[in-house]
């Protein structure tokens, strides 16, 4: 998928409404993904992302908590969809047995809603799985991160994330940070999805 296909993907036509992270991200993995592709929710929580991803392709879950494991489980039981879910550290990413390629890898980062605030992702750990999670890709996939940059370490993993994104090489990587400006404790959405056709025509003006 060449840039302009993406960057209208990103709602970025003019007069479209800015909408808040997750309505973004999951409007974009609505438009993104398609029934053949394997997603990875990379960090189930309470299972809503995962629930949201069953209807668009076949799904694998993860996260270190049983908690949040199970209350996915619940989740997606009540709606009757399935996904293969592991308690599953996302820094070993690379050791899940997986079917193929994953297309789309999410990441809601943070603390599960409701739960103990010190199981939150951590910068060192996250940085390790998203540059493994890249490697994993298939030849036009890509990952979806929610930052939560309200708390101590939700900051640090945004900054982290953001330096590193801007470092990929703009040759082969697409990288969008959709943030607030004026709202730098709101949560914040990066998109980071491969380029395929080798265009690097990004500068087009209308
Ligand atoms: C903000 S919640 C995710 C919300 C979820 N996507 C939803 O829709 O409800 C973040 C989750 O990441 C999990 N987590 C923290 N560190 C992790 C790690 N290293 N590997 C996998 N999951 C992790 C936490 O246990 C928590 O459930």
Redesign the pocket.
Known sequence: MGIKDQTIMMGAEIGSEMKPHLTQAHAQWKQFLKKDDLAI????????????LTDLCEVVG????P??IQ??RERLHKKGQEAQLFL????QIDTLPLPRAPRLI?Y??????G?DKT????TE??LI?VKKGLTLLAPDGAVSI?C?PGHTEGAREEQALEQWAASLPKDQWLVCHHKWLNRLDAPSWLWISAITNGSTDYTETI
Do not use: K, W
Not at 62 to 65: E, H
């Open positions: 929710d990379a960090t189930c929580g309470n299972g809503q992302d995962t629930l949201f993860l996260d270190i908590q908690a949040a209350q996915t599953h550290p996302h820094e999410v809601n980062l943070g603390y599960l809603p739960g199981r939150t992702t951590m750990t996250t799985s929610t939560y």
